[in-house]
């Protein structure tokens, strides 16, 4: 029998540096990944899946810098039911204060026949092998049914009872392919419960995609259902449609306890800074109304619904803003304001930098107060992001000139880059300014790439607002996203070309010769 302080303690287990960096563009370098982890750790996420080692070099040493940098939470790694991943996997995570490795093989007939070519009893056999080797390198290991939601009753038995025989203290279900409803796959759980005779000796994890956008739904069926331990990501990142939204997840339980009366050792109040950081990090912007992270969650338009929340918030209002995280502060920097209030300001949203980083980000703030009567939170964050986030990049932005709207002469860009510390100029033409800037990045630093997305999104009001521009950038089949906030549109858009090529680099490096997608 697991021995389990409190029954009714949901284990959240935060997948967004392997899952979510699975995502097309999501990727992220050892920095950033560790930038991520300590931030989760802070939130109180339990245990922190930080890559899947065997995939790539880039990947092993950001499970290692993860699992050296916490302390607090469990860091996990990914590992195929083979002796050479899960070996991998073990010296992963080796620094680690506390370390799982995360086995896993698929049991569905349609993934054995067709992925893996293999017979039901190969499985089982492959199952009780690898959770039994990687018993022998860690203690605390976690056996997955890659397509559990698919998997036949009596077969998905049968492998559930061998991997706790063989020592797995954690049994994921995962759906995969997002395909379960919510009674449907709560009644999966709690057919595990009535049949496999060792269940009690494990605890029973689900991981839910969102292809059908149910993955919240599922999720908490399954908690429900004697479930306690959820899968899940920030911003709700992952494989195609994504996972399961941690916040949303955490946020469903918080609030209607009276209806699950189950807890998570989340601090929510850090929720909107995970998700920030994340956004900046992979460069996926939110969508406005995204349930408890979105620009929108907590805006009131209608004047109906002003009014009522003015008179009582809780009329419209089912959580408190601050609960999230959002505070209501109306602290607003200006020009005047000095550098002891910038690095106030820096520290109220959540901020630690290093004196030569406040130095940079208070020369830029300086700039941008110039340019705009009033500095927001929101403002100040993305100015930070873009000076933090470029620490290590090989193409720098210098400068950029546009000449544009004339009828008579094509519109051009003069633009002045960095590369590898070596300054470069170069004036392009082109459709219209934006192309103009892109070609003109093209001729300093040659590339064959597409261009798969350019998006602008103001960051506050105004027609002085600060512009944030993501670009996504395609190579080989591999997508990275940039992003860049500025005054100036065409800068933004320039930053955030660059900022995507930097990605593209990091990415060419790693090589993955022997990996799979999980
Ligand atoms: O979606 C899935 O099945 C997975 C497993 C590897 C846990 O990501
Ligand atoms: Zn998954």
């Known amino acids: 029998m697991v021995a389990r302080m409190d029954q009714n303690r949901i284990t959240i287990f935060d997948t967004t540096l392997r899952d979510g960096e699975q995502s097309p563009g999501a990727s992220m370098n050892l ?8 931030v989760l750790e802070e939130m109180g996420v339990d245990v922190i899946e930080a890559g899947f080692p065997i995939a790539s070099n880039g990947d092993f040493e950001g499970v290692s810098a993860v699992a050296r940098a916490v302390t607090k939470a469990t860091v996990c790694g990914l590992a195929r039911a083979t002796r050479g991943d899960i070996e991998r996997c073990a010296e992963a995570i080796r620094p680690a204060e506390r370390g799982r490795i995360h086995t896993f093989i698929s049991t569905s007939p349609l993934h054995m026949k067709f992925k893996l070519q293999m017979e039901p009893d190969k499985v089982l056999q492959a199952v009780k092998d690898s959770v039994g080797m990687a018993r022998k390198l860690c203690d605390d290991v976690e056996w997955s049914a890659e397509d559990g939601s698919r998997t036949e009753h009596d077969f998905l038995c049968r492998c559930v009872e061998a991997a706790i025989a063989a020592g797995a203290r954690t049994i994921n279900i995962p759906d995969t392919v997002g395909y379960a409803v919510p009674d449907e796959y709560g009644a999966l759980i709690a057919m595990l419960f009535n049949r496999v005779p060792n269940i009690d000796q494990a605890v029973i994890s689900v991981h839910c995609h969102n292809d059908l956008g149910l ?11 004697g479930a306690r331990q959820v899968e899940c990501t920030i911003n709700g990142l992952g494989e195609r449609a994504g996972n399961a939204a941690l916040e949303e997840l955490v946020m469903a339980l918080r609030t209607r306890h009276d209806r699950m009366p189950f807890t998570t050792g989340v601090k929510t109040e850090n929720i909107i800074r995970a998700s920030k950081l994340v956004s900046a990090i992979t460069g996926f912007v939110v969508q406005p109304n995204k349930a408890i992270v979105g620009a929108n969650a907590f805006a009131h338009e209608s004047g109906i619904h002003q009014d009522g929340v003015l008179k009582n918030a809780q009329t419209y209002e089912i ?3 601050e609960s999230v995280g959002l ?6 920097l200006g020009k005047h304001s000095g550098r002891a209030a910038f690095k106030s300001k820096l520290k109220e949203l959540g901020w630690d930098l290093g004196d030569n980083a406040v130095e940079d980000a208070f020369r830029r703030f300086k700039d941008l107060a110039d340019k705009k009567k009033e500095v927001f939170d929101e403002d100040i964050e993305a100015l930070v992001d873009d000076e933090v986030l470029r620490a290590n990049d090989r193409i720098r932005f210098v400068s950029l000139e546009v000449v544009c709207g004339s009828k008579h002469r094509p519109p051009s860009a003069s633009l002045e880059l960095e590369v590898d510390g070596e300054t ?11 192309d103009a800037t892109f070609n003109a990045i093209k001729a300093l630093f040659p590339h064959e790439v597409r261009l798969q997305l350019f998006q602008v999104n103001a960051v506050t009001q105004g027609t002085d607002a600060q512009a944030e521009v993501t670009v996504r950038l395609e190579e080989d089949g591999k997508t990275v996203n940039g992003q860049s906030a500025d005054t100036d549109t065409l800068v933004a858009s320039a930053r955030a070309y660059v900022n995507a090529l930097n990605k ?7 090589t993955a010769p ?5």
Do not use: C, F, W, Y
Not at 424 to 429: G, I, Y
Not at 504 to 510: F, M, T
Not at 514 to 518: G, K, N, R, V
């Open 424 to 434: 470069r100029a170069h004036t392009a033409t082109g459709d219209g300014p934006v």
């Open 504 to 510: 593209l680099l990091v990415k060419r490096q790693k």
């Open 31 to 38: 920095d950033e990944k560790v930038r991520i982890a300590l």
């Open 327 to 332: 505070n209501r502060s109306t602290l607003v």
């Open 215 to 225: 993955a919240v739904a599922n999720s908490l069926a399954a908690v429900n259902n």
């Open 319 to 321: 959580m408190t803003p």
């Open 514 to 518: 022997e990996a799979l997608s999980a």
